[in-house]
T-cell receptor, first 114, second 115 residues
Framework: NAGVTQTPKFRVLKTGQSMTLLCAQD?????MYWYRQDPGMGLRLIHY???????AKGEVPDGYNVSRLKKQNFLLGLESAAPSQTSVYFC?????????????FGEGSRLTVL | GENVEQHPSTLSVQEGDSAVIKCTYS??????FPWYKQELGKGPQLIID?????GEKKDQRIAVTLNKTAKHFSLHITETQPEDSAVYFC??????????????FGQGTTLQVKP
């Protein structure tokens, strides 16, 4: 009964380094999302996917890339990390589009860019 | 695009009192309004939602009200308990348009319930 699992949970990077956050869901949901959470700014959508092989931009996509090669996995990549990308990242999935029903969130990945 | 403002940013109440969190939205076509609760170290979890064809919805100690004319909606928690302490997020979305899939969140309210 894992739900949505994010790895890693914590990571420290140096400016310019690259990394990938992995999100895995075992609920057979079509839709998956990556959000970032910053103090006083709520949750902002980075990218989302409406099905295997598809991706779309959210509110704050710059500096990030995503891939959805398998239905159960949604990867978030940072090619050249910047201090402004220090944040807590949340992955979510849903059986329907986000505006129509519940989102199921992972526990978050805290990223610090020095 | 849609913008959601949430107030207050922090709220402290005594156990047993009521708590009210308010949100305003900018897109008059928004028609789906969920509330999420985030406990420390966890991801947000849906606690209640309301659609624009309904003015109020209740679930035990939690209620949400919607005023479409004024474009605001509120979360009401009665008989607060220490386990209600968390960060609460409101959100808004416009279902049935090209914008579907983009749930816009408020800034969050940290609720502290003092025993």
């Amino acid at each position: 009964n894992a739900g949505v699992t994010q790895t890693p949970k914590f990571r420290v990077l140096k400016t310019g380094q690259s990394m990938t956050l992995l999100c895995a869901q075992d609920m057979n949901h079509e839709y998956m999302y990556w959000y970032r959470q910053d103090p006083g700014m709520g949750l902002r959508l980075i990218h989302y996917s409406v099905g295997e092989g598809t991706t779309a931009k959210g509110e704050v996509p710059d500096g990030y890339n995503v891939s959805r090669l398998k239905k159960q996995n949604f990867l978030l990549g940072l090619e050249s990390a910047a201090p402004s990308q220090t944040s807590v990242y949340f992955c979510a999935s849903s059986p329907r589009l986000a505006g129509t029903g519940e989102l199921f969130f992972g526990e978050g990945s805290r990223l610090t860019v020095l | 695009g849609e913008n959601v403002e949430q107030h207050p940013s922090t709220l402290s109440v005594q156990e047993g009192d009521s708590a009210v969190i308010k949100c305003t939205y900018s897109d008059s076509a928004s028609n789906y309004f969920p509330w999420y609760k985030q406990e420390l170290g966890k991801g947000p979890q849906l606690i209640i939602d309301i659609r624009s064809n309904v003015g109020e919805k209740k679930d035990q100690r939690i209620a949400v009200t919607l005023n479409k004319t004024a474009k605001h909606f509120s979360l009401h928690i009665t008989e607060t308990q220490p386990e209600d302490s968390a960060v609460y997020f409101c959100a808004a979305s416009r279902v049935g348009s090209s914008n579907t899939g983009k749930l816009i969140f408020g800034q969050g309210t940290t609720l502290q319930v003092k025993p």
